[in-house]
């Protein structure tokens, strides 16, 4: 069935809103087949006064993890990882139950502690303590280690970024080849994806890009720009950076099977409700979300210092939609920002 067109006024209201709790700036880019859609409010740099626009860089944290997955089950594909394999096959030191597989690292049951818990405590001593650090992932894995885990492997869904950068681990420990390479090769090439990068430890955007801005836990204090970081805390959980159309293009790709053969779409597809109304869902590596009209969209959200995002395509991958604020540490923006999902695949404001 066909979906209504997409609320463009709706669209536009919702960014006004996420201005209106200080987002200096959004942008929503709709792709449907050769039609695209286009609205983009307020300013992607606030020194400079530039005006935002939907062709802008931005650094998409946690829609990382999506491109991380792809990668994994390209390896499953080609035999060269097991999903059901104890984790500690594929790693060069070993976590520490042997019960953790890679689905569960995939899926967010390992129990694994999420080590940002406490590097962002305090939100921006945190931030600024490692915006120029350069961790490996061992280092990472480590202090997530030296807590005790959430729940027992599989028990439980309990999102933890150790999770992807474990994942990170093991696809360079297997193959002996930087994830940034796996990226470009699988992903970034075959898509064309010319505004995707992966340029850990750089800290630099290049290109057109939008600036972002981390909002301080005394709300009255001014944003602090956190555009320069090495995202070195996340790496292959969060450090891609692409735009709008690009994250579209990754979407659509990934859900019409021309990223992966059908059993491993099959797995990365199958869901598991995490939030009590069912709405919210979790597969591999990949979000869903049931909308008021009760269609289902599928993709990743992100939040890294100054950047909310939300990258979503329908089951068929016909209709995908990347949104931006380039604002955090705002949680009624983040929400807000979510509102263009309902206006973009339902038609409609958001009930
Ligand atoms: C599950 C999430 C929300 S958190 C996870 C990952 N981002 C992070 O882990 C960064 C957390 C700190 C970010 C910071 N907040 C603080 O420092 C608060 N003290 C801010 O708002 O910029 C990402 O991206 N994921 C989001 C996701 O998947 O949507």
Redesign the pocket.
Known sequence: PSLPAPDVAAVAAVHRTALSHGAPGALTRIDEGPRSYHVATGEADTAAHTPMDTGRRFRV??VS?TFTTVVLLQLVAEGKVDLDAPANRYLPEPLPDERITVRHLLSHRSGLY?Y?NDM????VP??EAVRNKVFSYQELIDLSTAKPLNNAPGAAYS?S?TNFVALGAIIEHVTGTPVATHYRQRIFTPLRLRNTSYVHPRTTISGTYARGY?RQ?DTTLPLVDSTEQTVSW?QS??AVISNARDLNRFFSALLSGRLLPEEQLREMTTMVPVTADGKQSYGLGLRGRTLSCGTTVYG???????YYTYAFTTSDGRRSMASLANT??NGTVNTTLGATLDASFCGTDPA
């Open positions: 944290g946690s993890k999420d940002t962002f405590h305090n939100t945190g931030f999102y970024n981390l836990d996340a959980a969060g990743h959200t992100g939040t890294v210092q100054g955090s540490n």
